[in-house]
């Protein structure tokens, strides 16, 4: 249970933050009113609340709660008080430590008045319990404690010595011989019950000797199972501890929440009493589900302070309670920050007790039926039930403390962690049955329990062992934990905070050793890792299926065969779609799309090591499973089949390769090309990354190669590799330009192209980009050597000359579309001009001036289209590099400064304004309307020879859209020469 809570404490912690100081946005949240208030408000004059308060920031700490804090949590209440007249609030109790009040309020204008102020958090009834008192017959506390393991530890002295118990119920007989001068504290409680009980001395709260003394008989019987010395009745579980009795409950065995509250918040503001555990043999009427933390303002106030006082050690146990529900279990059992207990029979197999309360946060169950135990008049008496069962745990905890130093969490843990288990008769569960005796505690490092061998997935999450779990420290030492690998390429381990990390890091198989050390020696213990497995969790969503660039290449990595249709949802070719490259190239005329074979339930299309498709879903592509890894050689060989022609290619290996290392591989010599990946547009890769993240590859096989090989990065020469790929890599240049298609609402980015400049004859190789099967628009070079898609064009520059020109074509646009292009990876060309020159309307860009947020804007109008060799559509274009003379004579020179095209015009939207410039010069370009009135000016500045666009958004000066009509579009150059052009705007 105690795992659970911590999230809401933490919530806590964060919103805080608001309540700090009284700000504006405080007073905008009301605090949680519990339902019943207002409806008892309506039947009773007054009711008594209590009321949960933000915690200071100073008190909250690590999600727990921390000491010192009177100061701060006094200011808090205060400021409530101080806010309320006493007639409209009457305080009860205004505690310590925990940051709530208790009081009565006698209207619902006060209810709400508490509900809107921004210290306020929750508003709750102040509720009733009860302690459990059942009268059996048989049994002995004697044969319960040694049930549990209790008189295992009396053989070896251990009782409980040095250590305490505080008992919060209806008192103890101080005078009983079991329990005499064992009781170093004793406390009452009744502010919130005055007028239904006082403790001993009349008063209503009572501190010293004589002020918890027993008037009912449940908290004796309570404290003798704990902590009875065995005089005069039988021996308890812990029977050397101290006791600490702090009476809440009354006469008739009832009480108060709100008096629990103060004895809880006693202990915690004086924590100079010393307390190992706190037993409540009781619970409140009303029963709760999990995670009740923050169920009411009760709660809260309890799981806070319990929380807190359990990073002093101080652990909590509690009785779930008689009721016999199987879904709910009482306050204060039912918090996370408490271990809550239920009742066995003491028979042969230790039976649930079938009026335990309990559901799924029941922590532990303990002898609960026949416990003979001391009672009120130095005498004893039959008694059963939770309450009975829990003292059982109480005591237990105090045994273990005695023997070690141990923290709340641990102790906890050893009071759930049990061999022995108890099934629920009712519902299909089971409960740990408390085992007290655990040897371990006593010399160590002990080995606990040996860890297995064990097999891990490569990308699978990473194996935690709790190392408290597998060895035991001796007392008084904290031991150090260290761990080794065999094959640290296959599996590491670290250690932290006493928990042991395996991490799978490669294939193979990894033995680890694993040590214990502490002052008094070193245990050591030993356990195998395999990783035989790749771990494959992958989820690809896909784009509008209605567009053909959302297609996408995938692959699955490792020795994998499985239809590709196990990894989709649907029908195919209804939700999705699928293809296998045949790597035949189409012949002149004819479509590559008639050389992919769409998916048939084929063992063509199961997937193998290396193999890829194309693959379009309405639905995402999921594979979650573990596969078995390829086997590879010992220097790490592993090859995948390839076909002639283009081949759709995975990697299986774990790890991602280096291609220009993979094709430097001898068994590789003979291929050359490229390697490519798509994402709505073909890219150059410099990696086969690995097929554990789903994705696939484009590779062109001239037929030399029957099968790629790959060798596993960690078993390849990586220095001599390494220096291979520096070198090619220095000897080029490259130049990437980026098409795209933009509408009204996004853009597509359609071709990432590189243009990768060799310096020596060696280095012209055409390496072909793959068919575009699914681009839409593909951007083509057109060299003086051949002519290919824009791919990896590697071109010799010429030996003489001042610069290279190459012609571009754009196919798969049409009239009307806009076009725009910009161009990356410029630094290298910084001593030459790059420009970009539409040759349908001689129109030149300078590359450098533009870029992703401000690309080139080409309008396709009817004119600029031509046709290449299969008929399509395509825009011409030249890309010169080179210096000022060679692009300016490549780009040809206008005869003079004249306006070009004006379109669309008529327009009702954006213009594009070409103008011609012959040499070098200053230029403006302004509108006017028919009167003559300067509206806008469009363009000014310097420009190079050649022909410019220049475009306008329909808006003058001011900013206000054109009206329609006839303007005039003036263009001036530095001798005053002057060309006009008309435009016409329909709006």
Known sequence: MMQRGLVCLFCVTIALAAFSTRGSSAQEITAEVGSDVAISLEAE????????????????????????????????????????????????????????????????????????????????????????????????????????????????NIKGSGTTVAVIDTGVDPNHDALAGKVEHEACFFESSSQEATCPDGSDHQVGTGAAVDDHGHGTAVTGIAASSGANAPAGVAPGTGIVALKALNSQNRFWISDVLSAVDYLHSNPDIHVDVINMSFGTDRLFEEGCNSSTSWNWALHSSFSALRTRGVIAVASSM??????????????????????????????????????????????????????????????????????????????????????????????????EVVEDPEVERVFPHLECFNPELLDGPLLVEEVNDFEL??????????????????????????VESSNPLVAEGTVTNETLVIEALGLGTANFVLDASSTVGTTQTSFTVDVPKLRVDLSYNFGDASVASSYRLVGLPGQVDMDLAETLTGVPGSRWRAFRETGLEAEDGESSDAYLEEYDGSDAFRFAPGRGYWVLSRDAWKVDQNIDAVVRSEDG??????????????????????????????????????????????????TLRSARTGKAYYLYNDGELEELTLQHPTLAGNDEQGDLVAEIQGERLELQIIAEMRGADSHQRLETARLALGFT???????????????????????????????????TVPETGEGLSFDLELTGVAAGDATYLYAEDLAVFKDQEIVLVNNST???????????????????????????????????????????????????????????????????????????????????????????????????????????????????TSGAEAASGVYLLLLTGPDGHQDTARLTRVR
């Open 45 to 156: 004059d007054e009711v008594r609340v209590i009321i949960a308060l933000w915690e200071p920031e100073a008190i909250v700490e690590n999600e727990r709660l921390t000491s010192n804090t009177t100061a701060e949590v006094s200011d808090i209440q205060t400021a409530v008080i101080e806010d309320l007249s006493p007639s409209e609030f009457s305080v009860l109790h205004q505690y310590a430590s925990i940051s709530a009040l208790t009081g009565i309020i006698n209207s619902k204008s006060t209810l709400n008045s508490l509900a809107r102020h921004p210290y306020v958090r929750m508003i709750d009834l102040d509720t009733s319990g009860r302690g459990g008192l059942e009268i059996d017959t048989g049994g002995l506390l004697s044969t319960s404690v040694e049930i549990i393991g209790g008189s295992d530890w009396h053989e070896l």
């Open 457 to 482: 997935a490569l990308g699978d999450s990473t194996v935690e062992i709790d190392l408290k779990s597998v060895f035991l420290a001796p007392q008084d030492t904290d031991p150090v934990f260290s």
């Open 761 to 795: 004859a060696g280095d012209a190789v055409m390496q072909r980009l793959p068919p575009a099967h699914f681009a839409e628009v593909q951007l083509a070079a057109r060299s003086s050597v051949q002519h290919a898609p824009l791919g990896r064009l590697l071109e």
């Open 637 to 686: 060989l592993s090859t995948v089949p390839l076909q002639d022609g283009w081949n759709i290619l995975s990697n299986p290996l774990d790890a991602s390769v280096d291609w220009v290392s993979t094709l430097n591989l001898p068994a590789n010599d003979g291929l050359s090309e490229g390697l490519w990946e798509w994402d709505g547009a073909w890219q150059s890769a410099d």
């Open 322 to 419: 008689n009721d016999g529900s199987t879904t709910e279990m009482a306050s204060p059992a039912c918090l996370s920050s408490v271990v809550s207990v239920g009742a066995t029979n003491m028979n042969d197999n230790n039976s649930l007790v079938d009026y335990t309360n309990r559901n799924d946060d029941l922590d532990v169950v303990a002898p609960g039926v026949g416990i003979e135990t001391t009672f009120i008049g130095n005498s004893t008496g039959i008694f059963g039930g939770t309450s009975a069962a829990a003292p059982h745990v109480s005591g237990c905890a105090l045994l273990m403390r005695e023997v070690g130093d141990l923290t709340a969490e641990q102790l906890q843990q050893w009071l759930t962690h049990s061999d």
């Open 842 to 956: 001689g129109a030149r860009h300078d590359l450098s001036a533009y870029s992703s947020e401000d690309p080139i804007r080409i309008r396709i109008k009817e004119g600029h289209l031509t046709n290449d060799n299969d008929g399509e559509d395509m825009l011409s274009m030249q890309l010169l590099i080179g210096d000022q003379d060679f692009v300016d004579t490549a780009a040809g020179r206008p005869d003079a400064l004249a306006f070009g095209a004006v379109y669309p015009n008529p327009s009702d939207g954006e213009v594009t304004v070409e103008v011609a410039v012959p040499e070098r010069m200053e230029i403006r370009v302004e509108l006017f309307n028919v009167l003559g009135q300067q509206l806008g000016l469009i363009q000014s500045g310097e420009l190079a020879p050649g022909v410019h666009e220049f475009g306008w958004d329909g808006r003058v």
